[in-house]
């Protein structure tokens, strides 16, 4: 009685063939993802083929050419607002280059009426004078380096460094031919260079010749220590030694119509303010002048 009183448990089992199906969502991501790819490829290969100017004429298509802002409307792009001051009469890319071209200047007649001058000409002399500094700058460059090229090339001018100091001011490219303790340009008291200073004279005669600039060179001498005034000899001495040297450039092929000025300045103008009687304030300095060359006559 008890076997036949148990419940019936029946299970039934379904065989699928084939693998079943999983559904088809998976087949259209994969169709978006390959569609994309293949969007991405090609626009990396119309990058690469296309040239600047052909990319730059892409820009200026999909630019706008005239959107002033406004305080009407949503704020969005035409959301309210025109495209112009005059609404649907705007004047598009004309009106803006109307609004961005410069306004020729003004000048004033006698009689006070404004009226416009042609500027042309006053730029192109301004671009030529810009252009002639540039070239100015570059023939000092360039004769600043071919010195410091002698000075390390020649073995006699090499250890004589020291005592060229090569720098440009607003008179032009200057050279200093200074003193260093146990190194002197000029024996005590004499007006002539000694071996060395000739040396280096010849050297920079050779730069000076390489351009057409006029010269001026000056003679400097140290201050005395303990001294309380200028030594009047000084200035007598410093000019003396410019002329010295004037005559060395000269001998060594450099034309006397070049030679703008010889002064002497004494103790003056120190090279070192600090501390007047050191010997690198007794130098001559030889500028190259930035001013148009003057023909010989």
């Not at 005559?247 to 003056?268: C, E, F, H």
């Given at each position: 009685m008890a076997s036949r009183d148990a419940p019936v448990v029946i299970k039934k089992v379904k065989k699928v063939s084939g693998?079943?199906?999983?559904?088809?969502?998976?087949?259209?991501?994969?169709?978006?993802?390959?569609t994309a790819m293949m969007a991405f490829f090609l626009l990396m290969w119309l990058i690469n083929t296309t040239s600047p100017e052909q990319k730059r004429g892409v820009a200026d298509y999909f630019a706008p050419a005239n959107v002033s802002q406004s305080t009407?409307?949503?704020?969005?792009?035409?959301g309210g607002q025109a495209l112009g001051k005059d609404g649907d009469k705007n004047e598009g890319t004309m009106s803006f280059i109307e609004q961005m071209a410069p306004k020729p200047p003004e000048t004033q007649d006698s009689d006070g009426t404004a009226t416009e001058t042609k500027g042309a000409g006053a730029t192109a002399d301004t671009a030529d004078e810009s252009d002639a500094q540039r070239r100015e700058q570059q023939s000092f460059q360039s004769a600043?380096?071919?010195?410091?090229?002698?000075?390390q090339d020649m073995p006699e001018l090499?250890?004589?460094?020291?005592?060229?100091?090569?720098?440009?001011?607003?008179?032009?490219?200057?050279?200093?031919?200074?003193?260093?303790?146990?190194?002197?340009?000029?024996?005590?008291?004499?007006?002539?260079?000694?071996?060395?200073?000739?040396?280096?004279?010849?050297?920079?005669?050779?730069?000076?010749?390489?351009?057409?600039?006029?010269?001026?060179?000056?003679?400097?001498?140290s201050g005395s220590p303990?001294?309380?005034?200028?030594?009047?000899?000084?200035?007598?001495?410093?000019?003396?030694?410019?002329?010295?040297?004037?005559?060395?450039?000269?001998?060594?092929?450099?034309?006397?119509?070049?030679?703008?000025?010889?002064?002497?300045?004494?103790?003056?103008?120190?090279?070192?303010?600090?501390?007047?009687?050191?010997?690198g304030n007794r130098r001559i300095a030889i500028v190259l002048l930035r001013e148009a060359p003057v023909l010989p006559q």
């Open positions: 693998g079943g199906h999983h559904g088809g969502a998976w087949k259209v991501a994969y169709a978006d993802f390959v009407s409307g949503s704020g969005g792009i035409l600043a380096e071919s010195l410091r090229q002698a000075l090499a250890e004589l460094s020291k005592n060229i100091l090569v720098d440009q001011t607003p008179e032009g490219l200057r050279i200093q031919l200074i003193d260093q303790e146990g190194r002197s340009m000029f024996n005590e008291n004499s007006t002539q260079p000694n071996d060395r200073a000739k040396i280096l004279l010849r050297a920079v005669a050779k730069v000076i010749n390489q351009l057409p600039n006029r010269i001026s060179i000056t003679g400097h001498t303990g001294q309380a005034g200028q030594n009047p000899r000084d200035w007598s001495l410093s000019s003396a030694r410019a002329d010295a040297s004037r005559a060395i450039l000269q001998s060594a092929g450099v034309d006397q119509d070049r030679i703008a000025m010889v002064s002497g300045k004494a103790a003056k103008e120190p090279l070192y303010p600090d501390d007047p009687s050191l010997a």
